[in-house]
């Protein structure tokens, strides 16, 4: 980052006389760049445009009616608002409960490897299989989370409530971002400097206090990393988490951007809307990326 | 202000010893410098008065008062660091301001406080920057008036002058007395630096592995060191410490097989005893018909003063003479004396001082 240096300058000692040794040391990335983003990508982009017919004998070019179509239809509307709820609630919930975690882990006396250890276990789960691990807890009836609702007076049934299923879903991202926030804001504390935090304990500055004048913004620039990649976590990488707790369901309730475009593709086989939705989808994670870019390099001079 | 006491304070990390069981006063208004090596447990003991670290034992008073159970912020203390420890997010003001505030002063008092200090360290300039747009130097002063605004009965520095070059740390040590002189507050200072020791001390104490070697003034110190440990510490280039033996009569040293060395006065107690003889490098002084030779190896030229590194006997040594141009050369022997009322003698075994 800090040393790279300006694009043509060499670093003495990285010359190659061969011209084609650099491209056959990059050939399997860009491979796989190719394969996996650009194929896909420029599919999405042409396919935007065109319409085929149902049973893939011919296209014709439609121009931006696709977009029209989607931007205009309260179904997207509908997602995109519930993405935005779910990103904000998810990423709030899960930075301060991370933070307050890992301040309560750092602030104790014993125990806190096995804290640590802990409360990173999540983290090391896969979205659907910690999502497999919430069907089981909350399945009505048979679930312990269930039996626990049921006792406390809750009519447990997401399958059928829209509230309750946004809930099971906020939950369980919730706790599977919790354990890498933890992780990232308990490694953060360890390398403030120590002698910030005895000047702050000299000045008198003791628990929510130290905890808020000193601590939170000393860690700024962590939140700033984590914001955007809850963020995006949230917004792209959950599809597997509600196609097992939820799939979308019930009616629409938990339907996010990224699986109503899977629907529209995969069930619905309307590759024009599909395509439509993932350039758009682009466009909102290469917006988040550009402005973590803008927030850091302002922040890096401090 | 106040004073600090310590009764047999101590440290353990686990099962080893930081600090062995250490006790000494420092009079309301004292300005102590804790000096040694690092590793000798002089920054545990700091850190133990101001309420870092815990102490494993005995006792700590300010003021009169048991302060081992009371956090740092209730010892009415302040210290410096050694990086300063601002706080990077906030401005300078906040920096001066932000102890105030947790104690809840008064607005009027605490713009009256920082301004007082911002008067007296001229940080008038630097009120709005944030910590990372300061030098070095800056940083230092404004670590100082964060500390003097709280007007604290004890005021605590660790190394706080490493950090700076040489130039600035000459500047700011002078500043640092100066401060002193005008506050009068009782102070505890803990550098590696002899010079910074030896300048800033009313009273100094050595400390060597966990304990302390010798208290006293600088001058003191340096003309009656308790130890070979101190009397090499102290002093650049340090003092020439030399194998040695008392003769059968007790009257003269022996230095391998030089001309005995008269003692200022009979040690008969010490009679044929092994012992290391300290000579100050200024206390060897080159004359025509001096009692021992010394071949030069090596002259460094200091500008108004001369080092001569030789050997005497089989003994490396240093003398230090005050003159500009050499009229010796490297491999040349001369003949130099020694003024015996200059002379140390320290236990060959424990390194403890005999006599005088």
Redesign the interface.
């Known amino acids: 980052m800090g040393g790279s240096r300006a694009a043509g300058e060499r670093l003495p000692g990285t010359w190659f006389r061969g011209r084609w040794l650099p491209w056959l040391l990059l050939a399997p990335q860009l491979l796989v760049i190719a394969v996996f983003f650009l194929w896909p990508t420029l599919r999405a982009l042409r396919d935007a445009f065109y319409q085929g017919d149902a049973f893939g004998l011919s296209e014709e070019f439609v121009g931006l009616r696709h977009f029209a179509h989607t931007l205009g239809s309260a179904e997207y509307g509908h997602a995109l608002l519930l993405t935005l709820a779910y990103a904000l609630l998810t990423s709030a919930l899960s930075l301060a409960g991370g933070f307050a975690l890992a301040v309560a882990v750092e602030g104790l006396r014993s125990g806190r490897t096995l804290f640590r250890t802990l409360f990173l276990w999540p983290y090391a789960l896969a979205p659907a299989i910690s999502a497999a691990l919430w069907v089981f807890l909350f399945r009505p009836q048979v679930g312990l989370g269930a039996g626990l609702l049921e006792h406390a007076g809750v009519h447990w049934n997401p399958a059928l409530q829209a509230g309750q299923a946004q809930a099971l879903v906020l939950a369980t991202t919730v706790w599977q971002l919790l354990a890498y926030n933890f992780l990232f804001y308990g490694a953060a504390l360890q390398s403030l400097?120590p002698?910030?935090l005895?000047?702050?304990?000299?000045?008198?500055?003791?628990g929510w206090?130290r905890v808020r004048?000193?601590i939170w913004?000393?860690l700024?620039p962590t939140t700033l990393f984590l914001v955007v990649t809850d963020l995006s976590f949230v917004l792209f990488d959950t599809f597997g988490l509600i196609d097992v707790l939820t799939q979308g369901g019930p009616d629409h309730a938990t339907e996010t951007l990224v699986y109503k475009l899977y629907e529209d593709a995969f069930r619905n086989f309307d590759q024009g809307a599909a395509a439509v939705q993932s350039l758009l989808l682009m466009l909102l994670v290469t917006g988040l990326g550009v402005l973590q870019l803008r927030l850091q390099r302002r922040r890096v001079?401090? | 202000m106040a004073t600090l006491e310590l009764y047999q304070v101590c440290k353990h990390f686990g099962a080893s010893t930081a600090l062995t069981p250490t006790s000494l006063q420092v009079a309301d208004g004292e300005f102590v410098v804790l000096v040694g090596p690092s590793g000798c447990g002089k920054s545990t003991l700091l850190r133990m008065i101001a309420g870092l670290e815990s102490p494993s034992g005995g006792e700590i008073r300010i003021g009169g008062h048991g302060v081992n159970a009371q956090e740092p912020s209730a010892r009415d203390i302040a210290m410096v660091f050694q990086n300063y420890a601002l706080y990077p997010h906030m401005s300078v003001r906040e920096n001066l301001s932000y102890a105030l505030k947790l104690r809840k002063l008064e607005r009027a008092e605490i713009t009256r406080r920082v301004d007082w200090a911002v008067d007296l360290l001229g940080l008038q300039p630097l009120l709005a920057r944030k910590p990372a747009e300061l030098s070095g130097g800056q940083r230092q002063r404004v670590a100082m008036g964060r500390a003097i605004v709280r007007e604290p009965q004890l005021f605590l520095f660790d190394e706080p002058l490493s950090n700076l070059d040489a130039r600035l740390r000459n500047h700011m040590r002078v500043e640092i007395k100066q401060l002193h002189r005008r506050l009068g507050t009782t102070t505890v200072y803990v550098t590696h630096d002899q010079v910074e020791a030896m300048t800033l001390a009313q009273r100094m104490v050595v400390m060597n592995h966990g304990r302390i070697e010798q208290v006293g003034t600088p001058e003191e110190v340096y003309a009656q060191p308790a130890s070979t440990f101190v009397a090499g510490f102290l002093g650049a280039p340090p003092m020439n410490l030399l194998a040695a033996h008392i003769s059968t009569d007790g009257t003269h040293v022996l230095v391998d097989d030089l001309a005995p060395l008269p003692l200022p006065a009979p040690q008969p107690a010490l009679a044929g005893r092994a012992v290391t003889l300290g000579l100050r490098p200024e206390a060897l002084l080159p004359a025509v018909d001096g009692r021992w030779p010394l071949t030069l190896n090596l002259l460094e030229a200091l500008g108004g003063e001369l080092l001569l590194h030789g050997s005497l006997g089989r003994q490396a040594c240093v003398l230090r003479v005050a003159t500009t141009a050499s009229p010796w050369r490297e491999g040349d022997t001369l003949r130099v004396d020694v003024a015996s009322t200059a002379l140390h003698l320290f236990d060959a075994a424990s390194g403890q001082r005999l006599a005088p």
């Open positions: 400097p002698s910030l005895e000047a702050a304990a000299l000045d008198g500055a003791r206090r004048d000193v913004p000393l700024a001079p401090a």
